[in-house]
């Protein structure tokens, strides 16, 4: 995640901390400083050009919560700027509200707008969600040209007149840059929250993140009514900027160049979006004569940033992450921590499945599956490829609903279909495949898994108020115990995507620990590990069970399975073969012909 490389992410006490927060710090304070230098030139024409700049970026850093941090593509959001633009110039205009009054009332209007072009984002995904966010673009222009009654039509309406001592082109500057830097700072505060690194989870690693509790549906409108707010605000700033508003001022290039803005300058960062937007509005006032063709040009730009720098400004930018990492890493982890960890009460409930069936088509990927996942023991769960283990997980895990049976936490029922609802029993998982967030660290990989036992609001993300950072002091200590549990710690400022294979098995391992969970799930997480990693892993689980935590292990080295289960299911072809202890299991004939072979 970029933002962590802008220093906005909380890390972990390290030597040196200070000086990487300073060296997080000073583009922020080189680019503040020119800001406020920028009065002393005197020059009007520079006032507006540098006001509209900030009022673009009080815009893009909300979207870029929805875009860079989400992974939405919201195009359309100039219809947000128009609908602010257009409350705020004829509540001054009709009712003569004062212009901070109809700015805030903007606010409330682009908030509800923004759920309402975020509800479609739930269903559709990628280019059918930016039809919808561009239909609605279409649909306020259209609005805004045939009320005339209220917004004057073609003719338009009158922005507000700003008080003074902001009625100057420099006061109005000093304004703007006002609001940008408080938008600047709102965005940051929630992409440093267990919020900003939940969006980025949604973003790279849906799956997972559901699986640690995230709930994308109500994740998703929150951030979609803080960015129509912003945008709604910076709609009432332009039009003061202009005096006067139209449809016309509202172009799909402007649409184009909030969208763009983000993308060059990288997704998960806030530096690189803000720089992109200053280069895209400062930009045309250099080459004026193409402002005709700037639609060709944003399109031009936008395919270098990708074929050239695909992670955009702030990817030129992290030069930390280009350090070569000690070739010859070592796995070590550490059981004896987890103490500190789960020092839960052991699960008296146990998870059950009874009488299971699922059917994919026409093949039947679970009969009639009986099992239990007891507290304090591991349960090995073997058998061929396709014989159904990963959908036992996913069943049990919720992602997957079963047609027939039940699957049960003591006497609950555990929800079909409702994934995100699994952490809240203390049901943990990892995956087959490694689910992780590339441009994130390790750290924050790993925090991740601790982001429903956060108390804070998004709220008081937002403004940084003291649970928001008890939060973060509590989740950052808590990520790096874990990862000292797995022999990670070393790693922890180190991009995700730049770890071994089986390093990302083991910080899977981290992510589900932070939950503390009763019950672990885990799925073939030997594969590709080395013998010595193997014994490791085994010793971790061992341990991991003796503090309470019931235990599902899918694998493939039987050898694995049977030095460290208390209790083997074999499933052939969706159907169970044979249960019992190692020992019967290995004794077992048919297991023997069908999968173990001799």
Known sequence: MSAAREGLVAAPRLPGRAAAM????????????LALALPFTRNDYWAVIASRAAIYWVLVAGLNLVVGFGGQLAIGYVALLTLGAYTASVLVARTGLHPFLAFAAAGGVGAIAGVIVGLPALRLRTFYFAMTTLGFATIVTQVALAWQSVTGGGIGVAGPVMPAPFDTPWGFYLFCLFCAVASTWMTANVARSRFGRALIAIRDAEVAAEATGISKPVLLLSVFLLSGASAAVAGGLFATLQSYITPDAFTFDLSVLFFIAILIGGRGSILGPLLGTILLTVLPEFAAP???????????LLLVIVLAMPGGIADLLDFRNRKPLDGDRAIVPRPALLVGMLDHVAARDRIALQGVVLSFGGVRAIDGLDLEIRPGQVHGLIGPNGSGKTTTLNVISGFNAAEAGAVTLGQSPLRSGAPQTRAHHGIARTFQTPRSIGEASVLQNVMIGGTITGRGSLLESLFCLPRHRADERRLTAQAMHALRIVGLESLAGVRADRLQHSELRFMEIARALMLHPAFLLLDEPAAGLSAEEI???????????????????????ADLIFDICDHV????LGKQLAAGTPAEIRAHEEVVSAYLGG
């Open 22 to 33: 300073l060296r997080g710090a000073l583009p922020w304070l080189l680019l503040l400083g």
């Open 535 to 557: 014994s490791r892993l085994g010793e971790l689980i061992v341990q991991i069970s003796r503090c309470g935590t019931g235990v599902l292990l899918v694998e493939h080295h």
């Open 569 to 572: 299911t074999v499933l052939n």
């Open 290 to 300: 193409l402002v005709a063709w700037s639609t060709f040009l944003y399109a031009t």
